[in-house]
């Protein structure tokens, strides 16, 4: 079974502009969680999606939006790009609503803010 | 969640048992320890969770004390590609599903 996938995996912008990641969650994963990993803060919890509705979301600006499709698909968007946003940005997903489920996550996208 | 402690590093060396301990002395009673690590710059890798019982997988080991108080990631066997930090994390079965990966431990494998 494919593990999961995001793209792109390397992404370059400058401060203001806004960008989308995308996340293709394990076959029959309906939830799907996305993670700011940075040096100074290390991995931080953003939102979770399942079955289209956020779930969960962590502390972060509205500038950070996410989405998730019927096909369990999802992207997350950051409008407004600032230099602190320069991330490993990675993607986690889950079989279902269940408590105990594992979370396998993707090898991540890495933004870089210039 | 409970909170939780980790060394921040550790050696080992190749071929040898890698214990690594975790103190999670607030867990409560419906909460589960869950292990990750992360190879530099890739996503994290579930390696094993246990609720009170010791649990073993093909690729580690944990042992939960009987208070919970502490728990110990075994890699029987450790090897160079082992190296990475391992993340101890508790959290309670709830709905709402976020991991607070702390700082870890940094495992250096050496030969």
């Known amino acids: 079974k494919a593990g999961v996938t995001q793209t792109p995996r390397y992404l370059i912008k400058t401060r203001g502009q806004q960008v989308t990641l995308s996340c293709s969650p394990i076959s029959g994963h309906r939830s799907v969680s996305w993670y700011q990993q940075t040096p100074g803060q290390g991995l931080q919890f953003l939102f979770e999606y399942f079955s289209e509705t956020q779930r969960n979301k962590g502390n972060f600006p509205g500038r950070f939006s996410g989405r998730q499709f019927s096909n369990s698909r999802s992207e997350m968007n950051v409008s407004t790009l600032e230099l602190g946003d320069s991330a490993l940005y990675l993607c986690?997903?889950?079989?279902?609503?269940?408590?105990?489920?594992?979370?396998?996550f993707g090898p991540g996208t890495r933004l870089t803010v210039l | 969640d409970a909170k939780t402690t980790q060394p921040t590093s550790m050696d080992c060396a190749e071929g040898r048992a890698a214990n690594l301990p975790c103190n999670h002395s607030?867990?409560?009673?419906?909460?589960?320890v869950y292990w990750y690590r992360q190879i530099h710059s890739q996503g994290p890798q579930y390696i094993i969770h246990?609720?009170?019982n010791n649990e073993t997988n093909e690729m580690a080991s944990l042992i939960i004390t009987e208070d919970r108080k502490s728990s110990t990631l075994i890699l029987p066997h450790a090897t160079l590609r082992d190296t990475a930090v391992y993340y101890c994390i508790v959290r309670v079965a709830y709905s709402g599903y976020a991991l607070n990966f702390g700082k870890g431990t940094s495992l250096l494998v050496t030969p």
């Open positions: 607030t867990i409560s009673g419906n909460e589960y």
């Open positions: 246990g609720l009170k």
């Open positions: 986690a997903s889950r079989t279902s609503g269940a408590s105990t489920d594992t979370q396998y």
